[in-house]
């Protein structure tokens, strides 16, 4: 069971490349969603998504966009990479909207832009 | 400023110790989730709390969410070095709670030595 992958692992952009971030779960998990970490920060809600087809802002979607076709996978897309997007970001995965489940981290993936 | 407030953001102790960590939010919390974090990996689960008063344990660790659930602490009894790393505390702030959609604090970095 690999739980929550995220790929790659480590990436340098150039500023305005573009890329995507993948992020796959294998629990058939309703709900995905996708954070930065920045130092002094804690975690910051980007995007997220309740199921296939239905995505939604988090606190920091600006730069950012998703779409959700499958229920295991959740891309993240830098339109136009900028410095301030040098973070580490993380794919998380639940259960649906019962309150009492944890949500799966996948290990992150740390993104600088020069 | 953080919706979720964690204390300290750092903390030195010798190992064998007893220390607490605790997570404020001027809001109701429908949801509170602890998760430890090691530097460059992803976000271990280690527990939730939904209840007014309720109280979790497992092995030296013990969280609890108040009577109000507006605060909650996670408090390691006898530490040891391999409780050392970043814990963060995440909650949901709406009434309709997802662990894929929390806010969270700042984190606070404990190192344990021996």
């Known amino acids: 069971n690999a739980g929550v992958t995220q790929t790659p692992k480590f990436q340098v952009l150039k500023t305005g490349q573009s890329m995507t971030l993948q992020c796959a779960q294998d629990?058939?998990?309703?709900?995905m969603s996708w954070y930065r970490q920045d130092p002094g920060m804690g975690l910051r809600l980007i995007h997220y998504?309740?199921?296939?087809?239905?995505?939604d802002q988090g606190e920091v979607p600006n730069g950012y966009n998703v779409s959700r076709s499958t229920t295991e996978d959740f891309p993240l897309r830098l339109l136009s990479a900028a410095p301030s997007q040098t973070s580490v970001y993380f794919c998380?995965?639940?259960?649906?909207?019962?309150?009492?489940?944890?949500?799966?981290f996948g290990q992150g993936t740390r993104l600088t832009v020069v | 400023s953080q919706e979720l407030e964690q204390s300290p953001q750092s903390l030195i102790v010798q190992e064998g110790k007893n220390l607490t960590i605790n997570c404020t939010s001027s809001?109701?919390?429908?949801?509170l989730y602890w998760y430890k974090q090691k530097y460059g990996e992803g976000l271990i689960f280690l527990m939730m709390?939904?209840?007014?008063?309720e109280e979790k344990s497992h092995e030296k660790i013990t969280a609890k969410l108040d009577e109000k659930k507006q605060q909650s602490s996670l408090h390691i009894t006898a530490s040891q070095p391999s409780h050392a790393g970043i814990y963060l505390c995440?909650?949901?702030?709406?009434?309709?709670?997802?662990?894929?959609?929390?806010?969270f604090g700042e984190g606070t970095q404990l190192t344990v030595n021996p």
């Open positions: 998380a995965s639940s259960y649906d909207r019962e309150w009492n489940t944890e949500a799966f």
């Open positions: 629990m058939n998990h309703e709900y």
């Open positions: 998504s309740v199921g296939a087809g239905i995505t």
């Open positions: 809001k109701t919390l429908y949801g």
């Open positions: 709390l939904q209840k007014g008063g």
């Open positions: 995440g909650a949901d702030m709406g009434e309709e709670t997802s662990g894929s959609r929390l806010t």
